[in-house]
């Protein structure tokens, strides 16, 4: 069983530790599946364990972040969101490395992210992580939605920590095996759930077209000029406004249902933005991003007492721009499911 502990030497400098956000619900099913992730993480030699809280709720200065922020070595971080956005939540909290998604089970997947980002790294528009490079500790993003076997993670987990193919799996709830590598750390943190944009830094180009639409004095810029989510939690649930006028497609709401928002690796690295509500079901199908976006910005300003100000002349400059942007795959993909009129 993982019990609450302080944080132990182990923790904080073993070469590999394992973060597992709990999810937000009590499901049973998902405990049971961290738990036993859990367990077989902890036997495997030069690894350490810790369980927080689910990442995109953690509160600032918080005995999760401060735990986390404190751990040196390379992270194998296990979420029931999109690696995307775990990788950049913690980004935002100042626990930085290079970004590897993990494609359970599928190595062919690696080989075509490294494909994306020679891509991403040959366009001649600067990304803001590519300015400030991020430190070279790797901190390896591992989806629990993907739905696999528990073997399929833990077998990964393995390979990593080890490099040992599985030859055979430590079955989780085998309690005669030694424990060698670190102990399990619980941080049992009462949180909250929130909603606030999450920028995926390797794709944003400073190019401040998010803090020109939101009218709630969400984003801000350091002292570099670099664009930042300032106030988090002035953010109005539910609205994911901003992600569909992100040139860039670099915003996230990891909570939200369309996967392109919520950080799936679709589209994006080329810079082209893709409206999945278009195929997935939009409140009002046939507007496009910008219109959406407009809709959903005027209804939170009306919920907060305010007038709407609908498609501004900012907003209609980039709904230009997005018209004269060329056609690519997904959009023609859109096109004949809508002359199919489904
Ligand atoms: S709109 Fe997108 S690319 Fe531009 S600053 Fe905001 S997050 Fe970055
Ligand atoms: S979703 Fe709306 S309130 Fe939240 S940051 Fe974006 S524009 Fe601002």
């Known amino acids: 069983m993982i019990s609450p502990t302080t944080q132990s030497e182990d923790t904080k400098t073993a070469k590999w530790t394992v973060v597992i956000s709990r999810g937000q619900s009590r499901n049973p099913a998902k405990r049971s599946i961290e738990q036993s992730i859990a367990d077989v993480a902890s036997q495997l030699d030069g690894a350490s364990v810790i369980v927080v809280p689910h990442l995109y709720d953690l509160p600032k200065g918080g005995e999760s972040l401060e735990k986390l922020a404190a751990i040196e070595g390379n992270l194998i971080v296990v979420s029931w969101i999109f690696p995307r956005a775990a990788h950049w939540v913690l980004d935002r909290n100042g626990i930085r490395g290079q970004f590897i998604p993990v494609a359970i089970g599928d190595a062919e997947e690696d080989e075509d992210s490294d494909e994306a980002t020679e891509e991403k790294s040959a366009s001649d528009v600067d990304r803001v992580a590519e300015l400030y490079p991020r430190p070279e500790r790797e901190i390896h993003c591992i989806d629990l939605k993907v739905e696999e076997s528990l073997d399929r993670f833990t077998d990964e987990i393995r390979r990593l920590i080890t490099g040992d193919e599985p030859a055979e799996s430590i079955a989780a709830n085998d309690t ?120 959903e910005r005027d209804e939170q300003l009306l919920l907060a007492g305010r007038d709407a100000v609908g498609i501004d002349e900012q907003l209609q400059r980039r709904q230009q721009d997005m018209k004269s942007q060329p056609k690519d795959d997904l959009d023609r993909l859109i096109d004949s499911l809508d002359e199919l009129d489904l």
């Open 176 to 295: 005669s095996l030694p424990i060698v590598g670190g102990r399990i750390v619980q941080v049992d943190e009462t949180t909250a759930r929130r909603w606030y944009p999450v920028i995926d830094f390797s794709r944003c180009t400073n190019c401040m077209e998010c803090i020109d639409f939101c009218l709630f004095g969400v984003y801000g810029v350091d002292g570099a000029e670099t664009i930042l989510v300032e106030q988090p939690d002035n953010c109005r649930k539910g609205c994911p406004a901003c992600s569909r006028v992100c040139p860039e497609n670099a915003i996230i709401f990891p909570q939200h249902k369309a996967p392109a928002i919520a950080g799936a690796e679709v589209g994006g690295s080329e810079g082209f933005k893709i409206d999945l509500s278009k195929l997935f079901g939009a409140p009002d199908s046939g507007d496009d991003a910008i219109a959406t976006a407009a809709r």
